[in-house]
């Protein structure tokens, strides 16, 4: 889905506000509102927190940057040549961590949860390198949730962990803070390969590639039950009644009555498509028909998919 002012960002399908054993065996990762909305059972850890703080930081890991750095040596090679307004963003309110591979920029965010998000962010970095490819690892942090909106050019972000534009992540403090370390991982993970792929590639192609290709690595190497994060939709073939087509643009609109399956739906399909056939068939999908790429028609891959989710989900 679009933001305002042409500027892409999907939105990693309202991104869940996670209970704090959600990810671990407690609920679904997906729900209600596109991932999960359901309330946590305990209070959500604060960013940088001792128990929101999943990586171990390396020996020689993610360093401190007084302001934004003003000799471009200070960054990785990759991120020198950084989109114009970036500079800029927020005039000496601005902490930045460089990461191995990634630069995190925060505003009146601890230093903490800015180190911990630059380990995150090379790891999300490496997913999607291994199955799409090279990416700039830039994310910003900002102070509220508005001003995430603001920088994306979004209207409502209720539900949102974060957000991708076309050239870096967003993080929404607010949902960001209600994730465990899985979820973070993930949701790093799902934004920065919206990075890599330009989103929707100016609408060539289908929704479903997007989202379910983002989900697919964000939840490629996450500890997580296939039936835990597609519990709605598991909840729905078990008791018999299976989709009869891929998701379309409508079906991930803000409110769809199915938005959570829709998500869920998505995401098998991608990982239908390279267990079936292998990441390298699903890379090329973008771009190719189904038909050229995977060798059948798109009713032959629908039906795959149908029998697969009865496999996986019952």
């Known amino acids: 889905m679009s933001t305002p002012k042409g500027r892409r960002a999907v939105l990693a399908g309202m991104l869940a506000l996670m209970s704090a054993g959600s990810l671990s065996g407690a609920?679904?990762?997906?729900?209600?509102?596109?991932?999960?909305?359901?309330?946590?059972?305990?209070?959500?850890?604060?960013?940088?927190?001792?128990?929101?703080?999943?990586?171990?930081?390396?020996?020689?890991?993610?360093?401190?940057?007084?302001?934004?750095?003003?000799?471009?040596?200070?960054?990785?090679?990759?991120?020198?040549?950084?989109?114009p307004d970036v500079p800029g963003l927020w005039p000496g309110e601005v902490t930045a961590v460089r990461g191995e591979h990634s630069l995190v920029l925060g505003h009146r965010?601890?230093?903490?949860?800015?180190?911990?998000?630059?380990?995150?962010?090379?790891?999300?970095?490496?997913?999607?390198?291994?199955?799409?490819?090279?990416?700039?690892?830039?994310?910003?942090?900002?102070?509220?949730?508005?001003?995430?909106?603001?920088?994306?050019?979004?209207?409502?972000?209720?539900?949102?962990?974060?957000?991708?534009?076309?050239d870096r992540v967003i993080v929404l403090p607010s949902g960001y803070a209600r994730l465990t370390p899985t979820g973070r991982d993930v949701v790093v993970a799902h934004e920065l390969t919206h990075v890599a792929t330009g989103a929707t590639r100016g609408g060539r192609v289908p929704v479903w590639l997007s989202e379910g290709f983002a989900d697919y690595v964000g939840y490629r190497?996450?500890?997580?039950?296939?039936?835990?994060?597609?519990?709605?939709?598991?909840?729905?073939?078990?008791?018999?009644?299976?989709?009869?087509?891929?998701?379309?643009?409508?079906?991930?609109?803000?409110?769809?009555?199915?938005?959570?399956?829709a998500y869920e739906e998505a995401w098998l399909a991608c990982r239908f498509i390279a267990e079936r056939f292998g990441e390298r068939a699903l890379v090329r999908l973008y771009g190719n028909d189904v038909g050229s790429t995977l060798g059948l028609p798109e009713a032959g891959l629908t039906e795959a998919w149908r029998d697969y989710l009865r496999r996986e989900l019952t």
Not at 47 to 72: C, I, K, Y
Not at 120 to 137: C, I, M, T, Y
Not at 253 to 260: D, N, S, V, Y
């Open 27 to 83: 609920g679904p990762l997906h729900g209600g509102a596109g991932w999960s909305s359901r309330e946590p059972d305990t209070a959500p850890d604060a960013p940088g927190s001792p128990r929101a703080s999943a990586p171990e930081t390396p020996p020689g890991g993610p360093r401190v940057l007084p302001g934004f750095p003003r000799d471009l040596r200070d960054l990785p090679p990759d991120l020198r040549d950084l989109p």
């Open 109 to 166: 965010v601890p230093s903490t949860a800015l180190r911990d998000l630059a380990v995150r962010a090379d790891q999300a970095r490496r997913a999607v390198g291994a199955v799409w490819g090279p990416v700039r690892a830039l994310v910003l942090f900002p102070a509220t949730d508005a001003e995430a909106a603001a920088l994306a050019g979004a209207g409502s972000t209720r539900g949102l962990a974060a957000m991708a534009t076309a």
């Open 221 to 261: 190497d996450a500890p997580i039950p296939v039936r835990e994060a597609a519990a709605e939709l598991a909840t729905e073939v078990r008791a018999g009644t299976v989709p009869v087509r891929l998701p379309v643009s409508a079906d991930f609109a803000p409110g769809a009555p199915r938005l959570a399956q």
